[in-house]
């Protein structure tokens, strides 16, 4: 019974805050450096526009940064995990060179969260796709249903994780977008650690961010836009 | 009445036996910011199991039951940490009680400022 108690006790709390935050416009006092009370919004949509002319081949300053952010290894042992990738392509019809980082690309309808069969993988309302690994049972059907290859399997036990990037053996573990880091209203590891500014971080929802604009004036590309899967992650220059 | 007496006797016995070898655990820096001690005792997994499911899968982050901000307080002066000792303060009792947690599988179990300190590039 206090377990209800409580949970009703801490809904007229918040309730009273957000009403306090209505009526006082433009006075909003939320410390948002240690993250919300309130939940991800469904109306916006975070994504990223990688400039691939401004990735420079042999620079691997967004997978140090990850790695740094997240507690990687840096893929030293043959089943370390991998969040984020350097690609270098060549069209070799022209001779045409490029680099470019692969992740995980947030999609819209995730087939790894349409074959997993614990719900463990799941879509946050704002767009980022995520693991619960309360509930993964380690049975990699999402590795394998992603087109990108963008998830890794821990093998090995871990110790000492950063406080704010839980990871264990046992679990399937991805890109969150630094989700950690965009409760705080910071934007991810790799965004800002490009020296280039080749990855430009925002609200694909809102028609004003820096974002959207550049999406409407520059020609951009999804990876594998024939699978319908409407990218979080956009691709300039490809 | 004598059956009576005999039932009472045995359930004073476990009573008294736990006041004396009850666990002291290292609570830290301590102090109350959610509930009072008996009430955190009896039902802390209940708070931390519905928190970790809103933070993660909806994105509330309520900062007060956060674990990461039990454990700011709760760590231990000496090593920062609620599971690094036989009296830490999850261990202490998780070991009395004989039940097993595997929360620091996947989380730390060290205060983030120490954690910076140790990682700090």
Not at chain 1, 128 to 143: E, F, N, P, Q, T
Not at chain 1, 203 to 215: A, G, Q
Request: proline share 4%; charged share 25%.
């Amino acid at each position: 019974m206090s377990d209800i108690d409580l949970h009703r006790r801490t809904f007229l709390k918040t309730s009273l805050g957000a009403a306090a935050v209505a009526i006082a416009p433009g006075m909003l006092l939320f410390d948002t450096a240690h993250g919300k009370p309130q939940p991800a919004s469904g109306k916006v949509r975070w994504g990223m526009l990688i400039d691939t002319t401004q990735c420079k081949s042999g620079c691997d300053d967004c997978v140090a940064a990850c790695n740094r952010e997240n507690g990687l290894s840096g893929a030293t042992g043959a089943t370390d995990s991998q969040w984020i990738r350097k690609v270098e392509i060549k069209d070799v019809s022209s001779g045409r060179e490029l680099s470019l980082p692969m992740m995980c690309q947030h999609c819209e309808h995730p087939p790894c969260v349409d074959v997993c069969p614990t719900t463990a993988s799941f879509r946050r309302a704002d767009g980022i796709v995520l693991v619960d690994k309360h509930r993964c049972i380690g049975c990699r059907y999402c590795m394998m249903a992603c087109p990108y290859k963008a998830r890794s399997f821990v093998h090995e036990p871990l110790h000492d994780q950063n406080p704010d990037v839980p990871r264990g053996k046992g679990t399937v573990e991805a890109c969150t977008l630094c989700v950690h880091r965009i409760d705080q209203g910071l934007q991810p590891a790799c965004a800002e650690a490009c020296p280039n500014q080749a990855i430009l971080f925002g609200d694909l929802n809102d028609t004003d961010s820096e974002i959207s604009k550049k999406i409407r004036s520059v020609a951009s590309v999804q990876v594998r836009a024939n699978l319908g899967l409407n990218t979080g992650i956009r691709y300039q220059g490809l | 009445m004598k059956l009576f007496a005999s039932l009472l006797l045995c359930l004073c016995i476990p009573a008294w036996a736990a006041g004396t070898n009850a666990p002291k655990p290292d609570i830290g820096k301590g102090g109350q910011c959610v509930e009072d001690v008996q009430w955190m005792r009896k039902n802390h997994m209940h708070l931390l199991k519905h928190q970790r499911d809103e933070a993660l899968r909806k994105g509330a982050r309520d900062e007060k039951l956060s674990l990461k901000n039990c454990i700011e307080c709760h760590a231990s002066t000496k090593d920062d940490s609620v599971i690094a000792r036989d009296d830490s303060f999850c261990v202490a009792c998780h070991r009395y009680e004989a039940v097993k947690i595997d929360c620091f599988e996947c989380h730390s179990g060290t205060r983030k400022s120490a954690w910076l300190q140790r990682n700090a590039k």
